[in-house]
Structures are given as structure tokens and as C-alpha cells.
């Protein structure tokens, strides 16, 4: 039965890939001609159609989406219309930068949510419920870019405490980027597991395991706790796929050099190779981690049936 469900799903996963490269491919075809602006405004219509014919951009939609599909298959997405360098290369240099700061976003995330959430469950009803919720609402709806240009005027122009681009020299320079980019997932999850403890809490077994005695510590930590985390890993999984994702509005406000500002230079310089190459990438990351999440959540809790 898992291996029905895991071929079903790498099935799945394939048709998502295919028709992310489908649209990505029909939207930089209908952003405008890459060639106007790559070439001199004096530049003859006879100049112009030289350049189509040597970047292939001259034969018809089905021929060039048909010769990108299996190109991208075999992870050849061109050279760059700009650095004329190879596009899968250049996304590879700036993914580690993207990964890191993904990770390091996730990290704060889980640090602060755990507690937060704990502390509201166990303080049902009470101010310090009240108070966790009301900062997990304002972190769920605060805007990022916004987030993002607060931080760097109080901590970088009014105090001068931490860098305000992404320089990648050392710790100081993720603290800001990554409480950015956390801030959406350390709300949703707190607010999740503030709510799974609670349901937790309630069950049979916590009330037998304080009618044997248990330490109220143990009783949180290895009975309430432990089984409410199994969903919060699911979600977990999905918000480091989100934040791989989600990372570009971050890295242009800072400019980190990640994959996302890549892709934003490249939508501006109509650099069709490398956006591709960029979309393709961070998509093939956003369905395997929801795949692994997917099998681990069976994994995690065995009463769960994989189907």
C-alpha cells in the first residue's frame, strides 16, 4: 500500500512540475520580447530578427515549449540572455544563500512558536492567552515588505545594531532577513499548536497519567506535547517549502543574494533562461518537501493509514 501511494504521489508530483513548467513558460512568452531589450534603441528590425534566429526565439510556441520541456528534463534551461552563462549554474550558485536563510527563518520560528504555544495552552482563557494569540494575529497579518523596511529603520538606521542588506558575513547578518521571513510561520504555528495541546490535554490518557502520579512536567512534555507535534510537523514541512517559495519579496527588500532575487532581476531583464530556471527549481524543492512531509506524517503516527 506504500508503494501504491508513493508511486501515486511521485505521478502527482511530475503533472504539478509539468504545469508550473506550462505556465511559467506561457507567461515570459506573454511578458514581451526579450530581444527589444537586450538590444540598442537604433537597433534595425533586420538586426533584430538575426538576434530571434540565434537565441531560438524565432520558431513557433510548440516547437520552443516542446525543445524547453525536454531540455528541462534533462536540467538544461539554456544560457543566460544577460551573463550569457548557463541559467540551471546560475541558480545553483544563490541557492545555498536561499537555503540558509530559509533554515534560519524556520529555526527561529520553531524557537520561539514551541514556547508561545505551550505557554497559551496552559494559560487557557487567561492574560497571557490572550496576549500570545494577540501577537500570533498581528505576526499572521503583518504584511512582509513592510516587516522588512520597519526592521531595517529601528534596528539598522535608528539604532545601528544590525546590517541592513544581506551580506551573508556572519550571524548579524540573518538576524533581520530571518525574523522577516519567519514571522508569518512562528504565528501560524504557535496559534496550531496552542490549539492540538489543548485537544491533547483533554484526552483520556493525560487524565490517566495525572491519576498515576505523573509530574505535571512529564505529563506536558511527553504525553500532551509529544502528540501534538505530529500535526505541527506536517505543517512544519510545509512552511520550509513555503519559505523556500516565499523568500523572494525578503531577499529583494534586503538584498540577500538568493534565488529569489535572481528571478526578480530576471523578470525585469526578461532573462527567460534563468526565471525558468529559478521557478523550476524552487518548484521541484516545494513538491518533494510536501512529498517527504506526506510520507513522514504515516511514519510519525502509525495509527494514520496511508492511502
Not at 534603441?41 to 524547453?68: C, H, M, N
Not at 513592510?146 to 545594531?161: D, H, S
Amino acid at each position: 500500500m506504500l508503494i501504491d501511494f508513493f508511486a501515486r504521489r511521485i505521478v502527482q508530483s511530475v503533472l504539478v512540475l509539468l504545469g508550473v513548467a506550462t505556465v511559467v513558460f506561457g507567461l515570459m512568452h506573454l511578458s514581451g520580447d526579450p530581444v527589444r531589450l537586450l538590444a540598442p534603441i537604433d537597433t534595425t528590425s533586420e538586426e533584430l530578427a538575426t538576434l530571434r534566429k540565434a537565441y531560438g526565439l524565432d520558431r513557433p510556441l510548440v516547437v520552443q515549449y516542446w525543445d524547453f520541456l525536454t531540455s528541462a528534463a534533462r536540467g538544461d534551461f539554456g544560457t543566460s540572455l544577460r551573463s550569457r552563462q548557463d541559467a540551471l549554474q546560475l541558480v545553483f550558485e544563490r541557492l545555498p544563500a536561499t537555503l540558509y536563510l530559509s533554515l534560519a527563518s524556520l529555526g527561529i520560528a520553531l524557537l520561539t512558536a514551541i514556547p508561545l504555544g505551550v505557554i497559551a495552552a496552559l494559560n487557557h482563557n487567561t492574560w497571557r492567552d490572550r496576549l500570545v494569540m494577540g501577537v500570533a494575529l498581528i505576526g499572521q497579518s503583518m504584511p512582509v515588505f513592510w516587516l522588512g523596511i520597519l526592521l531595517i529603520m529601528v534596528f539598522a538606521v535608528w539604532l545601528n545594531v544590525l546590517p541592513a542588506t544581506g551580506t551573508r558575513d556572519g550571524w548579524r547578518s540573518y538576524v533581520l532577513p530571518a525574523v522577516t521571513l519567519g514571522l508569518y510561520s512562528m504565528a501560524r504555528t504557535a496559534r496550531f499548536l496552542r490549539t492540538e495541546l489543548l485537544d491533547s490535554l483533554g484526552q483520556d490518557y493525560i487524565r490517566t497519567a495525572k491519576a498515576k502520579g505523573a509530574r505535571p512536567a512529564r505529563v506536558i512534555w511527553r504525553h500532551a506535547l509529544r502528540n501534538a507535534l505530529i500535526p505541527v510537523v506536517t505543517l512544519i514541512g510545509l512552511d520550509l517549502a513555503a519559505l523556500l517559495a516565499g523568500s523572494v519579496i525578503t531577499e529583494t527588500i534586503f538584498a540577500w543574494p538568493g534565488v529569489g532575487r535572481l528571478a526578480i532581476n530576471a523578470i525585469y531583464n526578461r532573462d527567460f533562461p534563468v526565471l525558468q530556471a529559478s521557478v523550476m527549481v524552487v518548484s521541484t524543492i516545494y513538491v518533494v518537501v510536501n512529498l517527504i512531509v506526506d510520507l513522514l506524517y504515516g511514519v510519525l503516527d502509525p495509527r494514520i493509514e496511508v492511502t
